[in-house]
Structures are given as structure tokens and as C-alpha cells.
């Protein structure tokens, strides 16, 4: 049997639980042995697995290239576990700027992205986000969607 169970920690995992009786020699249960083995790591890699296969059928079936791009942000910011995900492009016409294409865990007129001037390219800052000055913005949408 599976389900939930606070482990030593405090924290619900899933646990598989499997037990036996004890018997005495007339047949009689004299208690149960059992064991709980903490399965929540494959339960979280077997949704992973299912949740990857569902964006390879979309990917698959699905010939619309933002529809399909919408799904794998979806998908992406679901099981990175991550409060919202974006997918940009470049654009280049009198300056360089990064045009928020999709957008999954909030709401797409509460985001804007920074020109960045042709002789410049966005550099990373000290979180490692090569989109530089986006960090900030991004926080300000996770702000505005709660």
C-alpha cells in the first residue's frame, strides 16, 4: 500500500508500507511485522517521466509553433518547481530587445523586457541570468500575480 506519512523530519513523503502477520501455531495473529520504504523520489521521477511524454506528444502532434512553445514553458516551469517561466527571442531592428514570446505562472501585460542597445549585450548578473536586468522584472511579476 501507498500514501503519506510524516517522516522523522516533519516532512510528508510517500511510502510504500507492506506487512505480514505473525502467526502462532494454531494460526492466530499474534501482532504484524512490517516495513515503510520512502518511495517519494521515484514517485517524483515517474512524473517526471509521465509530464515529459505528455510535452513529447504535444511537441509531436502539434504543428503551431507558440502553442508548442507554450506547452514546453509549462512543462518546464511545472517541474523545475519554479513559481513562473518564460520563453524570449531577440528582435533586432533599431536597438536589440528580448520579446517575451510566452509566459506560464502569471500574466503575460504584467511583464515587460529591457531594450538593450546594439553595442551592448545583456551580461549575467550575480544570480548567473544571462538576461541581466529580466531577474528583476521577473521578481516584480511574481509580486504582481499573488
Known amino acids: ?6 517522516r522523522h523530519d516533519g516532512v510528508f513523503h510517500w511510502f510504500l508500507t507492506r506487512v ?5 501455531s494454531e494460526g492466530s495473529i499474534i501482532r504484524w511485522v512490517g516495513i515503510n520504504t520512502d518511495i517519494d523520489d521515484r514517485r517524483q521521477h515517474a512524473r517526471t517521466l ?6 513529447g506528444r504535444t511537441i509531436s502532434a502539434d ?3 507558440k502553442s ?4 514546453v514553458t509549462d ?3 511545472e517541474l523545475s518547481g519554479a513559481q513562473f517561466g518564460a520563453f524570449f527571442y531577440n528582435v533586432v531592428d533599431d536597438g536589440e530587445a528580448y520579446m517575451l514570446y510566452t509566459i ?4 503575460k501585460e504584467h511583464f515587460t523586457a529591457p531594450q538593450v542597445s546594439s ?11 544571462p538576461l541581466g536586468t529580466l531577474t528583476d522584472r521577473a521578481r516584480g511579476l511574481g509580486r504582481a500575480a499573488s
Open 1 to 6: 500500500m501507498e500514501f503519506p506519512l510524516r
Open 20 to 24: 505480514n502477520p505473525l502467526r502462532d
Open 50 to 55: 509521465e509530464r515529459l511524454s505528455e510535452i
Open 63 to 65: 504543428l503551431e509553433v
Open 68 to 71: 508548442v512553445l507554450q506547452a
Open 75 to 77: 512543462a518546464a516551469t
Open 104 to 107: 506560464s505562472g502569471g500574466a
Open 119 to 129: 553595442r551592448s549585450r545583456p551580461r549575467s548578473d550575480r544570480t548567473g541570468d
